[in-house]
């Protein structure tokens, strides 16, 4: 039976991972993750959820045991954070080159050095490159439909590919919600069982990633583009389904908000969505035309749904929890990218706010968009990439 | 206990393999697959395998093959093992083949857990003393005294006892094996097949393009090493350990070949002097007091891993 439950998003990640029957977790913890794994133990024990629970001795083992229960034809789950995550980089190529769908939970959290347990997006955006698909969360809600929706996306045919779902922690992970849990068989019926484009099978003995030469490897590459593209356009029609059937749609790609007539789009990832659309709503009390756009899934960047955006804005501004060190913010270079081709592109502003857990609230957006307004007025961007709020 | 003549014609390392003539590690692959069938899912990491296999879209192994990461063969059979399990594929046996470098040096950490989960897997390391796969680099394995590329006058440590380590995590099963002696290295699979748990079999193999000899002498180099007693065949079976034959009469010192006869066909070795070979003979007779001793331990009944 549907019903609405209150805890946090590391539980409620857990509970999805349950719900989408994972018959193989290996997980090892790591602050701000721990819980998610905890609560998954706390479920393979109590008997409620049948999977194996591997207690790896790393997250590098902890990835590689996906690997390897995903190739032998089981779904597979995981969850860390930050260091967890970096450590696991070298898996997270081989785990999108063998083209194996399986679901990570990724904590948010800054890297160090300096040690930071709080949240930024420098640890999943690090591993922009490695061929995963990237979500990003604005609620424990978002965080439970988006690990299901992630299944149903990575076992499709035309996509086979590993997904990151991000959620900030401490801001989500350990923050509670009330959350609303559809009845396992309508999970069921959305998520079929899980079926491979390929497994390890003693009828089909084959080697598996063994090395290509130069004539094959490029062909290899140019698949896993293919799929990213065709995820472009499915992530929509599964957001769409799942809305239909559960109650919650998120916009796709992009969760946008008030942009229709807007001369200036604040654009966000994560959290940063809800207080941008508090602060949308404070300005165009003040008759401002201002709207806000999350960007729900950063890999594939949703390319063709910000250059839409980009059509009727004036400018568009960019806050960035993570940058690129010697250049900008990462939306920022993504934004100007997508654009840049297109006949009247707005102008680009980039902000960076809330590194290592700085809190941006609707206040500090606020700042941004007004900002922003001005340059805009003026039509330049008068600083490029401006850190919010830096001390003196 | 299979004979020689009792070995299954069956091939499963097909012709047309990548390895160097007279490659060591080939010949133990291929005895691996005579012992085990093949209903087993073989996990290679980066190391010669990764070649022998042969490049896409071909492949010399007759048995489902996962390619993995250098430091990860005992993750990856892990996680292969717990599916399995999900699957009720009981009828399957995973192994892990890993050369030197990716197990007592990358890999060990990956080994080191899933012997402590008690993962039900063999994990074989087989054996060249160096990164064969990368031009003869040095290995924690590599030998004492031995010219690799990066110990162009001889490592100047001795060889990791990884065996040891592993029976320090109290396995059901740790075994010492080499080509040479194929029948024991078959029945050691076959054993280590039929045990619950972490089965851990190390197997010298002689490497003529690393220890740079003769292509044709590697079963002779793998009998000297075994006839000098500088690699003992054994196993711990439970804590109990046993010494195989020949290994079994080398105790006694006499019977030993002197290590010069291992060495000197070997140019890796020709930096090794006269002081060095008697700095070994020490270690080695250190060895082989602790071999008596543990063989002594293990007589009674009630041995068990308390005692190694």
């Known amino acids: 039976m549907e019903q609405t439950i209150i805890d946090t998003a590391n539980h409620i990640a857990g509970l999805a991972a349950k719900m989408a029957r994972v018959k193989v977790v290996a997980a090892y913890p790591i602050t701000p993750q721990t819980t998610v794994v905890e609560k998954i133990a706390e479920f393979v024990e109590n008997g409620d959820m049948d999977a194996e629970y591997i207690r790896v001795e790393s997250e590098h083992s902890a990835m590689v045991a996906c690997i390897g229960a995903a190739a032998a034809g089981v779904r597979t789950f995981t969850a860390t954070s930050s260091h967890g995550l970096a450590l696991m980089h070298e898996a997270l190529h081989w785990a999108s080159g063998s083209r194996l769908p399986i679901v990570m939970a990724v904590v948010n959290r800054a890297m160090g050095a300096p040690w930071s347990i709080w949240p930024d997006f420098s640890d999943s955006l690090s591993q922009r490159d490695t061929g995963w698909l990237q979500f990003y969360c604005a609620d424990n809600q978002e965080v439970f439909d988006t690990i299901i929706q ?18 900030e922690g401490f801001i989500l992970s350990h923050t509670y919600m009330p959350v609303k849990i559809p009845d396992q068989e309508k999970i069921d019926a959305f998520l079929p069982q899980y079926k491979s484009s390929w497994t390890l099978d003693i009828e089909h003995p084959y080697s598996h990633s063994n090395l290509v030469s130069p004539e094959w490897y490029m062909e290899f590459r140019y698949m896993i583009q293919e799929a990213m593209k065709n995820a472009e356009r499915l992530i929509p029609q599964i957001d769409r389904e799942y809305g239909r059937l559960f109650g919650s749609t998120y916009g796709g790609l992009v969760d946008k908000y008030r942009c229709e007539d807007a001369e200036l789009i604040l654009l966000t990832m994560g959290t940063m969505g809800s207080e941008a659309k508090l602060a949308v709503e404070s300005l165009r009390n003040k008759g401002l035309k201002v709207g806000s756009a999350r960007v729900r899934v950063y890999r594939p960047f949703p390319v063709t749904e910000i250059t839409k955006l980009a059509k009727n804005a004036q400018m568009i501004a960019t806050i960035d929890r993570h940058v690129s060190f010697g ?24 902000f960076i706010a809330g590194l290592g857990g700085r809190d941006v609230t609707s206040e500090t957006i606020e700042k941004i968009a007004r900002k922003s307004l001005k340059w805009m007025q003026k039509g330049k961007v008068e600083k490029t990439t401006e850190w919010v709020d830096l001390r003196e | 206990m299979v004979t020689i003549k009792e070995l299954p014609k069956e091939e499963y390392l097909l012709k047309g393999h990548a390895a160097c003539a007279g490659c060591g590690p080939a010949i133990a692959l291929r005895l691996l697959f005579k012992a085990l069938g093949n209903k087993i899912f073989l996990v290679v990491p980066a190391c010669c395998t990764t070649v022998i296999q042969g490049p896409y879209p071909y492949t010399s192994s007759a048995v489902p093959l996962q390619n993995i990461l250098f430091e990860s063969t005992a993750a990856a059979s892990s996680g292969i093992v717990a599916a399995l399990r999900q699957l009720k594929r009981d009828d399957i046996t995973v192994v892990g083949w890993a050369g030197d470098g990716g197990t007592v040096d990358i890999g060990i950490q990956a080994l080191s857990g899933a012997a402590e989960r008690e993962t039900n897997f063999i994990y074989i390391c087989y054996d060249n003393e160096a990164y064969g796969n990368t031009g003869m680099q040095r290995s924690g394995a590599t030998p004492y005294g031995a010219w690799t590329t990066t110990t ?10 990884m065996p040891m380590i592993m029976a320090a995590h109290r396995i059901p099963y740790v075994a010492t094996a080499c080509p040479s002696f194929p029948v024991d290295l078959v029945n050691k699979l076959r054993k280590a097949k039929e045990i619950k748990g972490t089965k851990y079999i190390h197997i010298l193999a002689p490497c003529p393009t690393g220890w740079r000899y003769d292509a044709s002498k590697t079963v002779e180099l793998g009998k000297l090493a075994v006839q000098t007693g500088l690699w003992a065949l054994y196993e711990i079976e439970n804590g109990k350990f046993k010494l195989d034959s020949p290994s079994d009469r080398l105790i006694d010192r006499s019977k030993r070949k002197p290590v010069r006869d291992y060495f000197t066909p070997q140019a890796r070795f020709r930096n090794v002097t006269d002081q060095d070979i008697k700095r070994i003979e020490q270690w080695l007779d250190e060895d082989w007091e602790r071999y008596r001793r543990l063989v002594a331990d293990s007589a009674s009944d009630s041995a068990s891993y308390g005692k190694i």
């Open chain 1, 150 to 167: 992630a299944y149903k996306l990575c076992e499709d045919q035309r996509i086979f590919l590993p997904a990151m779902v991000c959620l």
């Open chain 1, 327 to 350: 250049m900008e913010g990462f939306l920022e270079t993504e934004v100007k990218a997508s654009v840049f081709n297109e006949e009247d592109s707005p102008l680009v502003a980039g």
């Open chain 2, 152 to 161: 162009p006058s001889g490592k100047q440590e001795r060889k990791k006892d």
